[in-house]
Protein backbone atom coordinates (compact mmCIF):
# COMPACT_ATOMS: atom_id res chain seq x y z
CA UNK A 1 0.00 0.00 0.00
CA UNK A 2 1.22 3.48 -1.22
CA UNK A 3 1.85 5.71 1.64
CA UNK A 4 -1.41 7.93 0.34
CA UNK A 5 -3.44 5.17 1.64
CA UNK A 6 -1.78 4.77 4.76
CA UNK A 7 -3.02 8.42 5.37
CA UNK A 8 -6.25 8.18 4.48
CA UNK A 9 -6.83 5.10 6.44
CA UNK A 10 -4.95 6.47 9.55
CA UNK A 11 -7.07 9.92 8.91
CA UNK A 12 -10.41 8.02 9.50
CA UNK A 13 -9.36 5.41 11.88
CA UNK A 14 -9.08 8.78 13.84
CA UNK A 15 -12.51 9.35 13.23
CA UNK A 16 -14.01 6.28 13.87
CA UNK A 17 -16.26 6.29 16.66
CA UNK A 18 -14.92 3.02 18.30
CA UNK A 19 -11.15 4.17 17.75
CA UNK A 20 -9.00 5.66 20.55
CA UNK A 21 -5.43 7.38 20.90
CA UNK A 22 -3.26 7.87 23.66
CA UNK A 23 -6.71 7.98 25.76
CA UNK A 24 -5.31 8.17 29.42
CA UNK A 25 -8.57 10.04 30.49
CA UNK A 26 -10.44 5.89 30.13
CA UNK A 27 -7.74 4.51 32.41
CA UNK A 28 -10.25 2.62 34.70
CA UNK A 29 -13.39 3.89 32.89
CA UNK A 30 -13.46 1.23 29.76
CA UNK A 31 -15.90 -0.35 30.81
CA UNK A 32 -18.87 2.28 32.51
CA UNK A 33 -17.48 5.09 29.44
CA UNK A 34 -17.01 3.18 26.27
CA UNK A 35 -18.48 -0.85 26.82
CA UNK A 36 -21.05 0.90 29.18
CA UNK A 37 -21.58 -2.72 31.11
CA UNK A 38 -19.40 -4.73 33.38
CA UNK A 39 -18.49 -7.58 31.01
CA UNK A 40 -15.40 -9.06 31.18
CA UNK A 41 -12.15 -7.21 28.93
CA UNK A 42 -9.96 -9.21 26.70
CA UNK A 43 -6.87 -7.42 24.67
CA UNK A 44 -5.35 -8.06 21.88
CA UNK A 45 -1.31 -6.66 22.02
CA UNK A 46 -0.35 -5.74 18.87
CA UNK A 47 -3.47 -6.34 16.92
CA UNK A 48 -2.48 -5.54 13.31
CA UNK A 49 -5.59 -5.47 11.37
CA UNK A 50 -7.72 -6.48 14.07
CA UNK A 51 -8.84 -10.05 12.93
CA UNK A 52 -8.59 -11.68 15.90
CA UNK A 53 -10.39 -8.85 17.93
CA UNK A 54 -12.98 -8.76 15.74
CA UNK A 55 -13.04 -12.72 14.85
CA UNK A 56 -13.38 -13.32 19.24
CA UNK A 57 -15.92 -10.10 19.66
CA UNK A 58 -18.14 -12.14 17.43
CA UNK A 59 -18.32 -15.00 19.02
CA UNK A 60 -18.21 -13.84 22.50
CA UNK A 61 -20.50 -11.77 22.49
CA UNK A 62 -21.36 -11.41 26.76
CA UNK A 63 -17.03 -10.23 26.75
CA UNK A 64 -15.40 -7.05 25.43
CA UNK A 65 -12.51 -6.68 23.08
CA UNK A 66 -10.12 -3.97 22.59
CA UNK A 67 -7.23 -4.70 19.83
CA UNK A 68 -4.21 -2.41 20.31
CA UNK A 69 -1.62 -1.39 17.87
CA UNK A 70 1.06 1.74 17.92
CA UNK A 71 -0.29 1.73 14.20
CA UNK A 72 -3.44 3.36 13.05
CA UNK A 73 -3.83 2.53 9.83
CA UNK A 74 -3.18 -1.15 10.68
CA UNK A 75 -5.84 -0.88 13.01
CA UNK A 76 -8.68 0.21 10.24
CA UNK A 77 -9.78 -2.86 8.79
CA UNK A 78 -10.71 -4.21 12.51
CA UNK A 79 -12.73 -1.26 13.20
CA UNK A 80 -14.61 -0.81 10.22
CA UNK A 81 -15.14 -3.96 9.96
CA UNK A 82 -16.68 -3.57 13.65
CA UNK A 83 -18.68 -0.56 13.26
CA UNK A 84 -20.01 -2.01 9.79
CA UNK A 85 -21.47 -5.12 11.57
CA UNK A 86 -22.59 -3.55 14.68
CA UNK A 87 -20.04 -5.10 17.36
CA UNK A 88 -20.38 -2.90 19.96
CA UNK A 89 -18.26 -4.70 22.06
CA UNK A 90 -15.28 -3.80 20.18
CA UNK A 91 -12.65 -0.62 20.53
CA UNK A 92 -9.46 -0.06 19.41
CA UNK A 93 -6.65 1.89 21.18
CA UNK A 94 -3.34 3.19 19.13
CA UNK A 95 -0.92 3.14 21.94
CA UNK A 96 2.73 1.77 22.75
CA UNK A 97 2.83 -1.18 24.65
CA UNK A 98 5.57 -0.60 26.89
CA UNK A 99 3.67 1.85 29.03
CA UNK A 100 0.12 0.30 28.41
CA UNK A 101 -0.08 1.21 32.62
CA UNK A 102 -0.53 4.76 31.55
CA UNK A 103 -3.99 4.10 29.73
CA UNK A 104 -5.53 1.07 31.96
CA UNK A 105 -6.37 0.47 35.35
CA UNK A 106 -5.35 -1.85 37.76
CA UNK A 107 -7.90 -4.72 38.08
CA UNK A 108 -9.22 -3.88 34.26
CA UNK A 109 -8.46 -6.56 31.87
CA UNK A 110 -9.53 -10.44 32.27
CA UNK A 111 -7.45 -11.63 29.05
CA UNK A 112 -4.65 -10.80 26.94
CA UNK A 113 -4.18 -12.62 23.48
CA UNK A 114 -0.73 -12.02 21.20
CA UNK A 115 -1.00 -13.31 17.57
CA UNK A 116 1.41 -14.16 15.33
CA UNK A 117 3.84 -11.16 16.67
CA UNK A 118 7.26 -10.06 15.10
CA UNK A 119 9.68 -12.71 16.95
CA UNK A 120 12.37 -10.52 17.40
CA UNK A 121 15.09 -12.86 16.80
CA UNK A 122 17.34 -10.83 17.35
CA UNK A 123 16.22 -8.41 20.16
CA UNK A 124 14.80 -10.27 23.42
CA UNK A 125 13.61 -7.13 24.79
CA UNK A 126 11.31 -6.19 22.23
CA UNK A 127 9.34 -9.82 22.65
CA UNK A 128 6.05 -9.21 23.65
CA UNK A 129 6.08 -12.34 26.22
CA UNK A 130 9.36 -11.36 28.08
CA UNK A 131 9.57 -10.61 31.96
CA UNK A 132 9.36 -6.48 31.44
CA UNK A 133 6.65 -6.45 29.34
CA UNK A 134 4.65 -9.88 31.47
CA UNK A 135 5.26 -7.14 34.71
CA UNK A 136 3.29 -4.06 32.44
CA UNK A 137 0.45 -6.47 31.99
CA UNK A 138 0.43 -7.10 35.38
CA UNK A 139 -0.45 -3.69 36.52
CA UNK A 140 -3.51 -3.60 34.58
CA UNK A 141 -4.91 -7.05 35.15
CA UNK A 142 -7.18 -9.18 37.75
CA UNK A 143 -5.83 -12.09 39.67
CA UNK A 144 -5.84 -15.17 37.06
CA UNK A 145 -5.48 -13.02 33.72
CA UNK A 146 -5.33 -15.39 31.55
CA UNK A 147 -2.55 -14.89 28.37
CA UNK A 148 -2.99 -16.69 24.82
CA UNK A 149 -0.41 -16.87 22.69
CA UNK A 150 -0.54 -18.11 19.00
CA UNK A 151 2.12 -18.12 16.68
CA UNK A 152 3.95 -20.31 14.04
CA UNK A 153 7.44 -19.19 14.83
CA UNK A 154 9.43 -22.20 17.02
CA UNK A 155 11.99 -19.52 18.58
CA UNK A 156 9.34 -17.04 20.03
CA UNK A 157 7.35 -20.81 21.09
CA UNK A 158 10.39 -22.10 22.98
CA UNK A 159 11.31 -18.83 24.22
CA UNK A 160 7.96 -18.15 25.91
CA UNK A 161 7.99 -21.50 27.51
CA UNK A 162 11.24 -20.72 28.91
CA UNK A 163 9.68 -17.55 30.58
CA UNK A 164 6.72 -19.67 31.81
CA UNK A 165 9.53 -22.24 33.36
CA UNK A 166 11.12 -18.97 35.09
CA UNK A 167 8.22 -17.50 36.89
CA UNK A 168 6.63 -20.47 37.62
CA UNK A 169 3.21 -19.92 35.64
CA UNK A 170 0.19 -22.43 35.67
CA UNK A 171 -0.03 -23.60 31.43
CA UNK A 172 -3.48 -24.12 30.74
CA UNK A 173 -3.13 -25.48 27.42
CA UNK A 174 -0.01 -26.37 24.81
CA UNK A 175 0.30 -27.71 21.55
CA UNK A 176 3.17 -26.93 18.96
CA UNK A 177 0.61 -27.77 16.27
CA UNK A 178 -3.08 -26.92 16.91
CA UNK A 179 -4.42 -28.48 13.86
CA UNK A 180 -2.85 -31.41 15.05
CA UNK A 181 -5.84 -31.29 17.84
CA UNK A 182 -8.82 -33.87 17.86
CA UNK A 183 -10.98 -31.25 19.49
CA UNK A 184 -9.75 -27.81 18.39
CA UNK A 185 -11.56 -24.91 20.02
CA UNK A 186 -13.69 -23.32 17.20
CA UNK A 187 -12.16 -19.74 17.90
CA UNK A 188 -8.46 -21.34 17.19
CA UNK A 189 -9.06 -23.01 14.12
CA UNK A 190 -11.68 -20.50 12.26
CA UNK A 191 -10.17 -17.67 13.46
CA UNK A 192 -6.99 -16.96 11.22
CA UNK A 193 -5.04 -13.64 10.42
CA UNK A 194 -3.02 -13.21 6.95
CA UNK A 195 -0.29 -14.31 8.75
CA UNK A 196 -1.70 -17.33 9.65
CA UNK A 197 -2.65 -18.62 6.53
CA UNK A 198 0.51 -17.30 5.17
CA UNK A 199 2.43 -19.77 7.37
CA UNK A 200 -0.26 -21.94 6.62
CA UNK A 201 0.12 -22.19 3.10
CA UNK A 202 4.12 -22.56 3.95
CA UNK A 203 3.62 -25.59 5.49
CA UNK A 204 4.20 -24.24 8.75
CA UNK A 205 2.90 -25.57 12.11
CA UNK A 206 1.01 -23.09 14.62
CA UNK A 207 1.51 -23.30 18.06
CA UNK A 208 -0.82 -22.00 21.45
CA UNK A 209 -0.06 -21.49 24.74
CA UNK A 210 -2.53 -20.62 27.45
CA UNK A 211 -1.07 -19.37 30.81
CA UNK A 212 -1.81 -17.40 33.91
CA UNK A 213 0.02 -14.29 34.04
Known amino acids: MGQKGKL ?16 KELKGKWS ?22 VGLATRFANRNFIGIDV ?21 FHRLMIGNIEEYF ?24 T ?3 FLNHYRKISKAGTTMNLKCDST ?10 ASQNLEILQDSDDIYAWDDIPEHLANIQTF ?15 RYVL
Open 195 to 209: YEKMWLKEGKKIKFL
Open 8 to 23: QKFAEVTAFENCYEYA
Open 155 to 164: RFYTYTKEII
Open 130 to 132: NPM
Open 105 to 128: AKDEIDEFWITFPDPQHAKERKRL
Open 32 to 53: SDVFKNNNPITVELACGKGEYT
Open 71 to 91: KGNRIWQGAKYALENNLTNVA
